[in-house]
């Protein structure tokens, strides 16, 4: 029914894109390459449905994973608005659109379970970052020698972390970003998995598309670190830039 509603955006030009929710969409990268391309097809595989966009002459695809309550809007319509209990919409639902040239294809979803990636991950996504038991976490982490930065922002070891989030993550912990993963012992990974749950829990709870306080009021040059007030490193690590404190993230 969705892929059905959704099929009248194919041949709709994108113009716009608002990816700001970075629960919904945990690596808004690369959707924003995104704008000016076409929307060539609409599929479904499973309960996902992929919007394929061309754009210079390649295909990419978003997914559209609805969780439990998400739900598309083509243009203010629901395709299961008569289905849905209380039919209601609510703008502060509203945690991923596509603007195009004839209108908007919104993503509404009061509880945020919803999640939009892109299909390249789509064969080895790994188990949801926010979800994730103590034991799940240590044995996705286990055996890897990367950067433990590096580790949490890939999709295939959790599916949901984004850059910003995960210096959130290593700043509550204490954990330099660029340590191996192999390096950390238990108690570390304890508060890894902790901390994961507690800065996830929170954006759900403020709701609408806080990127994080790290986000907000430190990424910027000679901003303090919150627990000690060290003036806070910058790198490049796992590709992505990092901030850290260099005093207690060790
Ligand atoms: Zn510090």
């Known amino acids: 029914m969705f892929r059905r509603a959704s099929a009248a955006v194919i041949g709709w030009r994108i113009t716009g894109v608002d990816a700001d929710d970075p629960i919904v969409v ?9 704008v000016g391309g ?13 919007i394929v966009v061309r754009r210079q002459r390649r295909d990419e695809t978003i997914d559209v994973h609805f969780g439990m309550s998400g739900r598309v809007i083509v243009n203010g319509r629901s395709p299961i608005e008569e289905l849905a209990y209380g039919a209601s919409d609510d703008t502060r639902w509203h945690r991923f659109a596509l603007r195009f040239d004839r209108g908007t294809l919104v993503l509404s979803d ?3 379970f919803a999640r939009v990636t892109s299909a390249r991950d789509r064969a080895d996504l790994g188990p949801d970052a926010w979800s994730i038991d103590r ?10 020698r990367t950067a433990v930065k590096a580790a949490l922002l890939d999709q295939s070891v959790l599916a949901g972390l984004g850059n910003m989030l995960v210096d959130e993550i290593l700043m509550k912990s204490g954990v330099d970003p660029r340590r191996s993963v192999a390096s950390l012992d238990e108690a570390t990974v304890t508060a890894l998995h902790r ?17 994080g306080d790290l986000a907000v009021e430190l990424r910027r040059p000679g901003a303090g670190c919150p627990v000690d ?5 910058r790198a490049n690590v ?7 404190c260099p005093k207690h993230q060790v």
Do not use: C, I, Q, Y
């Not at 034991?135 to 286990?142: I, K, Q």
């Not at 796992?238 to 850290?244: A, I, L």
């Open 135 to 144: 034991r799940t976490f240590r044995e996705r982490l286990s055996g890897r």
């Open 195 to 211: 901390n994961t749950r507690a800065v996830l829990d929170r954006l759900w709870k403020r709701g609408g598309s806080h990127a």
């Open 26 to 34: 945990p690596v808004p990268e690369f959707v924003h390459p995104l």
């Open 238 to 244: 796992g590709g992505r830039t990092t901030f850290w």
């Open 229 to 233: 007030g060290t003036p806070l490193a």
């Open 110 to 112: 009061p509880r945020r």
């Open 38 to 50: 076409w929307v060539v097809d609409v599929t479904r595989h499973g309960k996902v449905m992929g």
